[in-house]
């Protein structure tokens, strides 16, 4: 049985409330203000070890001031806590590594690649593989997967499980007699796009305010049109679609995580 | 800071150049590409025939117009993936596109950027597309190591943000992209798949909207902000305020988006691109100055003021806002 892993609020706060034997994800993918503060990092760490389970934190994009936080934030990791980072910056991954090597880093969902707008599915204007294009991504390609693994220690993938493209779970050993790179299956909401400007506050740039009291935990926006087939879910700056649970996927290797969000409509 | 225009067919080289233009990008989808992935998942990012060079023929003659005023010509394969067993006809491609005279080559896939830097090859440009979202120092360096030799910043930087990267990235070329073609969200990060023939995209989209949450319904500052793209046309997308403090930055080249669309609206583009740096130049003028002349500019060209919505430095001071809404949710209208 694959490890899962459940949202546990940007702080952690909800690793207390979680089932025996699942792990914590925190932090957020798409905005710094959702990480957690040099404290609450502490909190979450130290709640994990507790209960025995792993923790993930998620990270987003960083302009080069909130990369320099970051960096100070990931300086008060404990090198033996049982912790994974999702990183989805190219630049923060060239810095976590060259500071921390021991740390364990995968590459986010919004490096991998895929494509998650629902009109993939329901496009007319799609042939077969091109429809199939949209569900490959940077773990496809043993040349990525190889550079990433030696130059930057790159362990893991996180993905979402689309209806298009390969099937994650049946995701072959590396022929170069390394081991096969854990694949993190997120559900069952992908981000389908992003923007710098957040409507929850006003229209501004994240980066425009130096410190966000995270209104878009109040609320989502749930949009349609009917081109878009089922629609898509606003919260904050990123735009949601609805997936599958990862959690019913069919029996996976044990090279697969299940990281599975409740927190949105 | 050179003035990098899109161009669509040799046609249009001489013009753009006398223009102003210094250097010039195109689209070219091969056929191996577009008999296995079909007409909309493009090579170049482009499912619509006029935003790529229609035949190898008129490739190279592009290639021969540019070259006569020494202006280089890039290749834009900036889709991600390149498929693995696809790539060594890609890296052949690559190849033949050098052969012909095409000077770099606009990419988005990590294991490209690699396979074309283990190629070696001796007079081509690798740049790294925007779509790597390089917001910071580090991402400069990052691509640099995978073989970058120019590198495409994410279209959400200040002046300031750009200006410091410009000054950590030592002898790395960067390139902003500054005119036209403003997408809401960030391109790199954004998955949607925009396949409609009238090219509506879907973040341009009118949606009916649905609060899930406390009090009665969508809060206004919410919905207007979310309303301010819906609608909207990129052509209107404006960065001229800050071209002569990129220029003073160091910023090696400003691209102006828009291949496909008409040679009229590349022209006027480019000339309204070279107007601001040439004042910029003479008059060598602080932000408020800047963003003055930008906003007379804008006007002079479009016959209306600029709006936030169409604004890529937004620190130079909001323009007119945007007039009401009307009409309901779903397709914009007068989409050529």
Redesign the interface.
Same mark, same amino acid.
């Given at each position: 049985m694959p490890l899962e892993y459940r949202y546990a609020g940007p702080d952690g706060d909800r690793i207390g409330n979680l089932p025996a034997g699942v792990g914590a994800a925190i932090g957020s993918e798409?905005c710094v203000h959702l990480l957690p503060g040099p404290a609450e990092l502490m909190e979450a760490v130290a709640a994990a070890r507790e209960r025995h389970i792993p923790l993930l934190v998620l990270t987003p994009?960083?302009?080069?001031v909130?990369?320099r936080r970051a960096v100070s934030l990931f300086r008060r990791i404990p090198r033996d806590a049982d912790l994974d980072v999702a990183v989805n910056?190219?630049?923060?991954?060239?810095?976590l590594h060259d500071l921390f090597p021991w740390l364990r880093l995968s590459l986010g969902r919004?490096l991998s690649?895929?494509?998650?707008?629902p009109?993939?599915g329901i /496009?007319s204007?799609?042939?077969a593989?091109?429809r199939s294009?949209?569900g490959?991504?940077?773990f /496809?390609?043993?040349?990525?997967r190889s550079?990433l693994r030696e130059?930057f220690g790159v362990s893991g993938y996180h993905v979402d499980s689309l209806p298009w493209g390969e099937t994650l779970a049946e995701c072959p050993a590396e022929d170069d007699g390394n081991s096969a790179p854990l694949h993190f299956i997120h559900g069952p909401s992908a981000?389908?796009?992003?923007?710098?400007?957040?409507?929850?506050i006003?229209?501004k740039?994240s980066?425009s305010v130096p410190v966000c009291s995270r209104p878009c935990r109040?609320?989502?926006?749930?949009?349609?049109?009917? /081109?878009?087939g089922e629609g898509?879910?606003?919260r904050g700056k990123a735009r949601f679609v609805r997936t599958r649970d990862p959690r019913k996927l069919a029996p996976s290797p044990p090279s697969c995580r299940m990281v599975f969000y409740d927190d949105l409509? | 800071m050179r003035i990098l225009s899109p161009v669509d067919r040799a046609a249009e080289v001489p013009v753009l150049l006398s223009a102003g233009a210094e250097e010039l990008y195109a689209g070219y989808v091969p056929p191996f590409w577009s008999e296995?992935?079909?007409?909309?998942?493009s090579c170049n990012r482009r499912s619509y025939a006029e935003a790529s060079v229609a035949s190898p023929e008129e490739l190279d003659a592009l290639i021969r117009a540019a070259a006569l005023r020494d202006a280089p010509v890039y290749l834009a394969l900036n889709a991600?993936?390149v498929?693995?067993e696809m790539?060594p006809r890609m890296v052949e491609f690559v190849v033949d596109l050098a052969r012909r005279g095409v000077r770099g080559v606009i990419v988005s896939?990590?294991?490209l950027l690699?396979?074309l830097r283990d190629a070696k090859f001796l007079r081509l440009d690798l740049h790294a597309s925007t779509l790597?979202?390089?917001?910071?120092?580090?991402?400069?360096?990052?691509?640099r190591?995978?073989g970058a030799t120019r590198v495409i910043l994410?279209r959400?930087?200040?002046t300031a943000?750009i200006g410091?990267?410009v000054a950590e990235s030592g002898r790395t070329p960067i390139e902003v992209i500054g005119l036209r073609g403003r997408c809401?969200?960030?391109e790199g990060?954004?998955?949607?798949?925009h396949?409609?023939?009238q090219r509506t995209w879907?973040?341009e989209?009118?949606?009916?909207?649905?609060?899930?949450?406390?009090?009665a319904g969508?809060?206004r500052?919410?919905l207007?902000?979310?309303e301010?793209y819906e609608g909207s046309d990129r052509h209107y997308s404006c960065g001229l305020c800050a071209v002569p403090l990129l220029e003073r930055a160091g910023v090696h080249a400003l691209k102006i988006v828009g291949r496909g669309a008409e040679s009229e609206r590349k022209t006027s583009a480019v000339e309204a691109v070279r107007a601001m740096r040439k004042w910029g130049r003479e008059a060598a003028p602080d932000t408020a100055e800047c963003a003055r002349r930008g906003k007379v500019l804008f006007q002079e060209m479009h016959g209306r003021p600029c709006r936030?919505e169409n604004c890529y430095f937004?620190e130079f001071g909001p323009g007119e806002p945007s007039p009401a809404r009307e009409g309901p949710?779903?397709r914009k209208k007068g989409r050529p």
């Open positions: 798409y994009y960083f302009r080069d909130e990369l910056d190219w630049g923060a991954l060239l810095a919004l690649g895929q494509k998650r707008c009109r993939i /496009s204007r799609l042939t593989d091109g294009w949209h490959e991504g940077i /496809s390609s043993g040349r990525a550079y130059m981000i389908v796009t992003l923007s710098d400007a957040c409507p929850w006003c229209g740039s980066a109040d609320g989502a926006v749930v949009l349609k049109e009917p /081109s878009m898509l879910v606003q409509p | 296995r992935f079909g007409p909309v998942v991600s993936p498929p693995e790539m896939d990590l294991p690699l396979a790597f979202s390089p917001f910071n120092g580090a991402a400069v360096a990052f691509l190591r995978a994410a959400e930087l200040s943000e410091r990267i809401p969200n960030i990060f954004c998955t949607h798949l396949d409609d023939p879907p973040c989209l009118r949606y009916e909207k649905e609060w899930i949450g406390p009090g969508v809060p500052e919410i207007l902000a979310m301010r936030p937004p949710p779903g």
